[in-house]
């Protein structure tokens, strides 16, 4: 069973910085949050991780609260190309453990 | 072009047949993956592979049955269809990094439909 929580769906502006938010409540220690997003009929695509420190790349940033219990995906500057439905996922990064757990995941839809 | 590649990409078949699905990665990882997505959208850990063992088996019926002749691919033959098969199955690869990030990289899909 998947460990997050998202809101079902999300409307942002193009232009717009997209935040995207995830409970993870009962994360362990040795858990990482990462985020994948799924464009309509194609694979999902792995955006960005992190463990306690907050992350950037080319993509977005992750903004993870202290207690490790919520997180917040930012997209800066929002494009049509970015409506997906974008997923949080906790796991560890020991062997034996590499699945991935989608849970339904955040619908957002990017107005032009 | 480096990738995760999947054929075919639509499969349409009868109940009771026999088919298989065939995936394949340059990008050099030594896991690779295959995902079930239902008409409801969730999205399921079927098998993993770690350099052609079986390292995650999520009680899949044993009428799927992968198979990895390198590490470079990993095919899916399922015997026997059933209707409940219908789905967008997803082949992905990462590599296995202890404590790295095991990015997973995930193919086109290929839509299984069972008549």
Not at chain 1, 20 to 40: D, K
């Amino acid at each position: 069973d998947a460990k997050t929580t998202q809101p079902p769906s999300m409307d942002c502006a193009e232009g717009r910085a997209a935040n995207l938010p995830c409970n993870h409540s009962t994360i362990s220690g040795n858990e990482y949050v990462y985020w994948y997003r799924q464009i309509h009929s194609q694979g999902p695509q792995y955006i960005i991780h992190g463990l306690k420190n907050n992350e950037t790349n080319e993509m977005a940033s992750l903004i993870i609260t202290e207690d490790r219990k919520s997180s917040t995906l930012i997209l800066p500057h929002a494009t049509l190309r970015d409506t997906a439905v974008y997923y949080c996922i906790v796991r560890s990064n020991n062997f034996g453990n590499e699945k991935l757990t989608f849970g339904t995941g955040t619908r957002l839809t990017i107005i032009p | 072009d480096t990738a995760v590649s999947q054929t075919p990409k639509y499969l349409v078949t009868q109940m009771g047949n026999d088919k298989s699905i065939k995936c394949e990665q340059n990008l050099g990882h030594d896991t690779m993956y295959w995902y079930k997505q239902d008409s409801k959208k969730f999205l399921k850990i079927m098998f993993s592979y770690n350099n052609k063992e079986l390292i995650i088996n999520e009680t899949v019926p044993n009428r799927f049955s992968p198979k990895s002749p390198d590490k470079a691919h990993l095919n899916l033959h399922i015997n026997s269809l059933e209707l409940g098969d219908s789905a967008v199955y997803f082949c992905a690869s990462s590599p296995r990094l202890a404590g790295g990030p095991n990015e997973q990289f995930f193919g086109p899909g290929t839509r299984l439909t069972v008549l």
